[in-house]
């Protein structure tokens, strides 16, 4: 699961980066907005994954005990 976030974030990553080139030579404050819009979708999505695993985690003390 971990890595498959990391391949996800990579992957994101080389889209941005590929995207940046195209879209400040089109359009820079559209692409502007686009860019902090899809880092906020990161950042949920890393703070989610967290969550989630802490919660896995917590479970498997739970279970242990």
């Keep these: ?6 391949l996800s974030l990579l992957l994101l990553a080389l889209v941005i980066q590929a995207g ?17 819009l899809v ?3 990161v950042m949920a999505f890393v703070m989610l994954m967290m969550l989630m695993m ?5 479970s498997l003390f739970e279970t242990s005990l």
């Design 1 to 6: 699961m971990l890595l498959a976030m990391l």
């Design 20 to 36: 940046g080139y195209l879209g400040l030579s089109l359009n820079p404050r559209l692409f502007l907005v686009v860019y902090v």
């Design 39 to 41: 880092l906020l979708v």
């Design 54 to 58: 802490l919660m896995m985690i917590n």
